[in-house]
Each structure stands twice: as C-alpha cells, then as structure tokens.
Nanobody
C-alpha cells in the first residue's frame, strides 16, 4: 500500500510563494512518474504539473507554466511543487498522485494515477 502525504499549503497574498511537499511511502517511489493536480470549489480536478520517474522531464499546465516548478528527490521519496507569483485563481486543494504504471510517461489525466494524497489547501488572497 502506498501512502502520499502533502504538506506546505496555507494562506498567501497574491504575488507570494509557497512550496508544497508530498512524501511517499514504499520502496519503489523512484520508479513512478508523479503528478500534482488541484481542485477549486465547484470545479473538476485539473492537472497542474507532472515529473518523470527520473526527474529529467517535467510537464505543466499552461496556466502555471513559468510560475510553478515541480521537482523530486528520490532519496527522500518526496516530490515538490514550488509555486511563485501566486494568483487568486490558484486557490484550490492541491493533490499529489502517483502514476499507475512504473517507468511510463507522465499523464495529464486523473485516470492515469492510482494513488492520491489527502490534499492540502492553498488560498491566495487578492
């Protein structure tokens, strides 16, 4: 059983920064791509960023490109999301997720991930 635990959310003013962390249990973390998604009230969960199992390749939603950076530390079983220049429209619950297939390409879709964290709230005030 894999467990993902997010942390680092909070309240920040527009233009500020936050760094989210997602700690994973299990010995095979480094074999799987990881992703970050978010869900705002009344909206569907949407893709934010993903990273390949090696950490070499990263992918971003257009809405966060140039402002957010995804990274991973396989020695610590942790994936990060550095969020800069935050906007009120970034307000959402942020979830990390593990890709369902080892050594695969990351996915932009929730159906491509089999384990999810409980989420961490990010609120950006204007």
């Amino acid at each position: 059983q894999v467990q993902l635990v997010e942390s680092g959310g909070g309240l920040v003013q527009a233009g500020g920064s936050l760094r989210l962390s997602c700690a994973a249990s299990g010995r095979t973390f480094s074999n799987y791509p990881m992703g970050w998604f978010r869900q705002a009230p009344g909206k569907e969960r949407e893709f934010v960023a993903a990273i390949s199992w090696s950490g070499v390749h990263t992918y971003y939603a257009d809405s966060v490109k140039g402002r957010f950076t995804i990274s991973r530390d396989n020695a610590k079983n942790t994936v990060y999301l550095q969020m800069n220049s935050l906007k009120p429209e970034d307000t959402a619950v942020y979830y990390c997720a593990r890709r369902g297939q080892a050594y695969s390409d990351p996915s932009y879709y929730t159906s491509g991930y089999d384990y999810w964290g409980q989420g961490t709230q990010v609120t950006v005030s204007s």
